[in-house]
């Protein structure tokens, strides 16, 4: 859908609008395996979607997927800061800020719209994070989707929220064995298809089993 102006229509608006009215799935962390997946699905997904293409993207994301965990060990909260810090490693650039211009993805077809307040509307979804009022898959995909659909860095956004993601999950002390089945296209006013989201990662949490990772570093 395009705008008066000929341009799409703003993503992050429509996604600001139906957030708060999702009907995000209930959850029983009864099923969490008693036993850690023995591959990391984060580490197992950089390396075969970067790794071949891209080998010095590769080893800088997972540098910055390492960080993350050592700071979901600590406990840190999750910022827009937090999140440069690790960007600053994915891009390889000393700066990284929240992007000034309004941006565009999917071949043009989503457009996220930039206003004053954007970046602390931003850094307020990213604290919720850490509700816990709403089951972790919720509040994982959640955070998934704020990042995909703000969109606040000028390059480098589908990594971000992935780190992001893993950290959510970590903080939690909740590993994955598998994250593949999350890549597919997300829209920004698809309520359902963000609930169907945590529901997948439920049963990505609850299904993970200790495997061998096929190409694994130590």
């Not at 102006?5 to 708060?20: E, N, Y």
């Not at 709403?134 to 606040?152: C, E, G, Q, V």
């Not at 999950?169 to 598998?178: E, G, H, T």
């Not at 945590?198 to 949490?205: K, M, Q, R, S, T």
């Amino acid at each position: 859908m395009t705008s008066g102006t000929g341009q799409p229509q703003d993503s992050l608006a429509d996604w600001l609008l139906i957030r708060p009215e999702i009907s995000w799935p209930a959850w029983r962390s009864a099923g969490l395996a008693s036993q850690a997946p023995s591959c990391d699905g984060f580490r197992k997904f950089f390396m075969t979607t970067r790794g071949v293409r891209d080998s010095g993207g590769a080893v800088r994301v997972l540098h910055a997927l390492e960080v993350a965990f050592a700071d979901a060990e600590q406990g840190r909260p999750l910022t827009f800061a937090l999140m440069a810090k690790w960007q600053r490693t994915v891009l390889g650039h000393d700066r990284v800020g929240f992007r000034t211009m309004p941006a565009f993805a999917k071949g043009g077809r989503e457009r996220y719209g930039l206003a004053p307040d954007t970046p602390a509307r931003f850094e307020r979804c990213l604290s919720q994070s850490a509700e816990v009022d709403l089951p972790l898959p919720s509040r994982a995909a959640r955070t998934y989707l704020d990042i995909l659909f703000f969109h606040p860095f000028e390059d480098g956004n589908a990594r971000a929220a992935m780190l992001a993601l893993a950290f959510v999950l970590a903080r939690d002390s909740v590993p994955l064995d598998q994250v593949r089945p999350l890549q597919t296209t997300r829209w920004a006013d698809d309520a359902d298809g963000a609930a169907d989201l945590a529901v997948l990662l439920g049963i990505l949490i609850t299904t993970a089993q200790p495997r061998r990772c096929h190409g694994r570093q130590s």
